[in-house]
């Protein structure tokens, strides 16, 4: 059985990891320019998380090389990488048997199209799922346990992934057939976690952080719903459960984005800082402008749109939230 993992960013290589038991044959794809000298060398990373791969782990740059003879394939790339690299994947062609399980949570802008419709718009024919849930990479390379969702509209493919990626007492692995609302709880989550660092650095204290949590929650399930989600899955792995995770760590990034605006550190220079993606930046702009088509209410995301994009300072921010007209829970 063979593993290809494409991506070899913080995620990709603790995915690669992880699943080390699980495959004879495991393959870390990504271009050239990203593939550092000592992964290539020495199978291992320093920053941002030192990561160690196994000796058997192959790295390459070779798209060809690392799909020939993968059952699973992992895309486990930021959210404007996904289109050109399926691009790619389409002149290279993917087997009937072989499945594609995106790792990625945002929606491209500016077409507003989850992942699995950007991927499934180049490669129709593919066997696909997503996981997603509350996979904080640190935690995972530390030992710690969690849970997360593998979802695909066809159960069987679902299943098929479920069993291969399962990793007894380490990564529990659930199934679900609402693509749509693992996706956009994956996606979406990003945002409120941006939300909560920013209350956090600003001291407003943990009653104010739960209130944006529950009310960031509710602006997740108003836009997934309308977008054809079940509610119920909003408040499952992908949603609520990886909500509560990266809203709460200081190992997420978004959070950390949240927190740095708060100290009123410009956005450009946070996200160099970081080094790494933060999905949860381009998502607050994706979000408002799905809620402005579907003429629905989201302050709290639209606030951190707003604490990202504009001039606005964190304290007009709070005033803006704290005085909006008063209305009835929803």
């Known amino acids: 059985m063979k593993l290809t993992v494409l991506g070899p960013g913080c995620w990709g290589l603790t995915s690669a990891k ?4 699980n495959f004879e044959d495991i393959c870390v794809w990504g271009r050239k ?14 920053k ?30 930021a959210t404007v ?6 691009e790619q994947i389409k002149k290279i062609g993917l087997k009937q048997d072989q499945i594609l399980i995106n790792l990625a949570k945002g929606i491209e802008l500016p077409s507003l199209k989850r992942m699995s419709e950007v991927i499934l718009e180049i490669l129709p024919d593919i066997k696909f799922a997503t996981l ?35 990793v007894p ?26 939300a909560s660092g920013f209350a956090s650095a600003m001291n407003l204290g943990d009653n104010l ?19 054809g989600a079940q509610a119920q899955t909003l408040y499952g792995l992908s949603g609520m459960g990886d909500l509560i995770a990266t809203a709460s760590s200081p190992y997420s990034r978004n959070y950390t ?28 702009k994706a979000l408002c402008e799905l809620a402005d088509k579907l003429n629905i209410e989201v302050p709290v995301s639209r606030a951190i749109y707003e604490a990202v994009y504009t001039d606005i300072t964190p304290k007009e921010i709070l005033e803006k939230l704290m005085n909006r007209k008063l209305k009835h829970e929803d």
């Open 18 to 21: 992880l699943l080390n038991d």
């Open 33 to 46: 320019e990203d593939l550092p000298q000592s992964l290539i060398e020495e199978k291992r990373i320093e």
């Open 81 to 86: 990488g996904i289109r050109p690299v399926c």
């Open 132 to 166: 997603s849930g509350p996979t904080l990479a640190r935690e995972i390379i530390e030992g710690h346990p969690t849970l997360a969702t593998i979802a695909s509209s066809d159960i069987e493919t679902a299943k098929q992934a479920q069993k291969l990626l399962n």
């Open 257 to 284: 984005v949240g927190a740095m605006l708060a100290q009123g550190k410009k956005i450009d220079d946070i996200l160099s800082s970081l080094g790494s993606v933060a999905e949860g930046v381009k998502t607050s």
């Open 209 to 227: 952080k739960g209130s944006l949590l529950t009310r960031g929650m509710a602006e997740m399930v108003r836009v997934a719903t309308a977008l």
């Open 48 to 77: 941002p998380l030192k990561i160690q791969l196994d000796k058997k782990v192959q790295i390459t740059s070779d798209l060809n090389l690392a799909l020939k003879d993968a059952q699973i394939i992992l895309l486990v790339v």
């Open 169 to 194: 007492s380490l990564f529990r692995l659930y199934t679900n057939t609402d693509l749509i609302g693992v996706e956009l709880g994956g996606s979406l989550k990003n945002v409120i976690a941006i």
